[in-house]
């Protein structure tokens, strides 16, 4: 390690006069252009967190949903988890020294944290499609090289599949190959022996349309497509041969704008869904026979997902307990369906894939998701190997639970969530239950609900508790809510500052589209 090399490298990446990020609830996040000394100064940092964990680290560059001109990157860590938190603050503190003190504070990250600067590091790196990521990864090599990391470079890759990846090296090629070929083996062998149990083959169930965000979802998918077409066929729109990434299409535009993607050939009754751009959310969704169209959100994916999963563990009649994790966006008829219809308990953490993952590690199996379509479903090491066990040992019908689960379990990504592996999932699921996607969504009905965005001065004004649910600041401000919902019936509002753009968001739900359209007329000045 030569701080005089380090400072010249630095001096290449300038960070603009000024400006200030944060290592956020995706990690950093802003116009593609003013991202260079980041991604530089991650790549030292990601060499600095190699050495601490003496694992394998990744560094992902991606604005995931984010408009095509914007960029990010995130680190990974050893487990395939997202950074833990006093990194976090490193990162932000690394972002924005001043060039001259880049060296000083990455020593004094090294004290903190107990860097032992002898030890080697390794980094892999993955990107997604944007103009901008192929020169921005180069500059997260730069950095990893002159503070005399390795690397391995894997080029474009959905976000999961570089957790995938990192998971792999640090767990000595137990968990699956670190290499593409290894990801799309591992998924499409649990699938397809997942779905030889579906009695119905039909090409009802056969087959499945994906908008892919115009992203790097759409190269990966095509390329895996050969692994699982016996099991399922999927036409791909939005693959980026012409439209622009995010634009008009994906997880997020269909979810926040609850209308399909503009290219997406869509038939009455056709099972459709979403990638967002670096494929770490899912949607699904269809257009019924007068042409409604019907959103598939996050939290109906979770209800699919838990209450087949608690069907095999009943099954199988071990005493593995299961538990949902959801956030304050949760549809309300989504967690009376699943606390009430299907006795499952269900807990809610705020925002972000990794509160959710975090809570999700407390049962045998956590099932997580995010009603914008992050999730997952995590099989504790212990429910894991139990599974697999049973899965020799049990006869006849119980052997059978137990075989589908361990599919189950190698066919998610345990490392994140993941839009190819749910999509897997899901398709498995339908298949295996005979269901269609009407039938899936009428499990229960979602209460009528919408998002806004609001800008104002600070936003850090407001400051919440109880997972986001209540305001605690500025004063009055709860009191306010409270008095709007206690007019209507079934009725739920909630204010949070955003972790990712400057603005609070505002959600509300209740049971009617007349309620909720009357309680949108009565707006009042913010206290
Ligand atoms: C990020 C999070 C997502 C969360 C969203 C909220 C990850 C990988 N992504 O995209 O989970 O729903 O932020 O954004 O954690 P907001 O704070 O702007 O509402
Ligand atoms: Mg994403």
Redesign the pocket.
């Known amino acids: 390690m030569d701080p005089e090399a380090v400072r010249k490298h630095s001096a290449l990446h300038a960070k603009p006069d000024g400006l200030v990020l944060q290592y956020g609830t995706a990690g950093f996040r802003t116009k593609a252009e003013r991202l260079d000394h980041v991604m530089f100064r991650m790549g030292l940092l990601a060499v600095l967190r190699s050495k601490q964990t003496k694992s394998t680290i990744g560094v992902m560059v991606t604005a995931?949903?984010n408009p095509e001109e914007d960029n990010g990157v995130k680190l990974v860590d050893p487990l395939g988890e997202m950074l833990a938190p006093s990194w976090e603050e490193h990162a932000t503190c690394l972002a924005n020294a001043e060039e001259r003190d880049v060296w000083r504070v990455l020593m004094d990250i090294s004290e903190k944290a107990a860097v032992n600067l002898q030890q080697e590091a390794f980094v892999v790196i993955g990107r997604d499609t944007r103009p901008s990521s192929e020169r921005l990864s180069q500059s997260v090599i730069d950095g990893v090289t002159v503070l005399g990391g390795q690397f391995h470079d894997y080029g474009l890759l959905t976000?999961p599949q570089l957790h995938y990846m990192v998971y792999c090296r640090n767990s000595s090629g137990r968990y699956g190959e670190a290499t593409i070929d290894g990801y799309y083996q591992k998924l499409s062998t649990a699938f397809v022996e997942l779905t030889k149990q579906a009695f119905c083959g039909g090409n009802e169930y056969r087959s499945l349309k994906v908008d892919c965000a115009n992203g790097v979802g759409a190269l990966k998918l095509r390329e895996m497509e050969p692994y699982f077409s016996q099991g399922l066929s999927v036409q791909l729109f939005n693959d980026g041969t012409k439209g622009k990434l995010n634009h008009l299409c994906g997880a997020d535009f269909v979810k926040s704008h609850q209308r399909p993607p503009q290219g997406m050939e869509m038939k009455s009754n056709e099972r459709c869904c979403s990638f967002?751009?670096?494929a770490?959310?899912i949607v699904y969704y269809y257009s019924d026979a007068d042409g409604h169209f019907h959103l598939i959100d996050g939290d109906k994916i979770a209800t699919l997902i838990s209450s087949f999963l608690k069907e095999l563990l009943v099954e199988i009649g071990e005493s593995l307990n299961i538990g949902v994790v959801q956030t304050a966006y949760a549809n309300g008829s989504s967690t009376r369906y699943l606390e009430e219809v299907m006795k499952v308990p269900v807990y809610c953490t705020k925002t972000g894939v990794k509160h959710l993952h975090h809570k999700a590690q407390e049962f045998d199996v956590g099932v997580y998701f995010e009603a914008n379509g992050h999730g997952t479903v995590l099989f504790s090491k212990a429910a894991e190997m139990k599974i697999k066990q049973l899965a020799k040992e049990l006869e006849d019908k119980k052997r059978k639970a137990a075989q589908m689960l361990a599919n189950v379990i190698d066919l998610f990504n345990q490392a994140a969530g993941d839009a190819i592996s749910d999509m897997l999932v899901i398709e498995a699921i339908l298949a295996l239950k005979g269901l269609t996607v009407q039938e899936w969504d009428a499990l229960y009905t979602d209460l009528p609900n919408r998002q806004l965005k609001v800008k104002v001065a600070d936003r850090q004004v407001i400051s919440t508790t109880d997972a986001e649910r209540q305001a605690v600041t500025p004063p009055g401000l709860q009191e306010a809510i409270n008095d709007l919902v206690k007019k209507y019936k079934l009725s739920r509002a909630f204010v949070r500052p955003s972790g990712t753009e400057d603005v609070v968001r505002v959600y509300a739900e209740a049971d009617s589209q007349v309620s909720w359209d009357s309680a949108g007329k009565c707006r009042q000045p913010c206290p």
């Open positions: 995931s949903h976000t967002d751009g670096d770490d959310r």
